[in-house]
Nanobody, 123 residues
Framework: QVQLVESGGGVVQAGGSLRLSCAASGRTSSVSAMAWFRQAPGKEREFVASIKWDIGATYEADSVKGRFTISGDNGRSTVHLQMNSLKPQDTARYFC????????????????WGQGTQVTVSS
């Protein structure tokens, strides 16, 4: 099992920045990729960004490309999401998720997830 705990959310004005962090514990060696998803009230959870550990590759959704950056450190146990130029439409609860094979953008492909951290961007 893998446990994920997110932190770093908060309230920020449009144009501001936040850095989310996700701390993983347990069988982290079994995790092949980690990702950030977000979910706004009344909407489905959507992919934001992911990182594949063995090759260090990253991928961001078009809606955040150029503004958000995913990174990882500390031997697969920490993942960050640097969010710049935040917009009101970025307001959502952000979830850190992990999977044990390959990587992808579908939430159903992920095996582990945390409780999430709330990000609110005011206009």
């Amino acid at each position: 099992q893998v446990q994920l705990v997110e932190s770093g959310g908060g309230v920020v004005q449009a144009g501001g920045s936040l850095r989310l962090s996700c701390a993983a514990s347990g069988r982290t060696s079994s995790v092949s990729a980690m990702a950030w998803f977000r979910q706004a009230p009344g909407k489905e959870r959507e992919f934001v960004a992911s990182i594949k550990w063995d090759i260090g590759a990253t991928y961001e959704a078009d809606s955040v490309k150029g503004r958000f950056t995913i990174s990882g450190d500390n031997g697969r146990s920490t993942v960050h999401l640097q969010m710049n130029s935040l917009k009101p439409q970025d307001t959502a609860r952000y979830f850190c998720e992990g999977r044990t094979n390959d990587w992808g953008t579908l939430v159903a492909q992920y095996d582990y997830w945390g409780q999430g951290t709330q990000v609110t961007v005011s206009s």
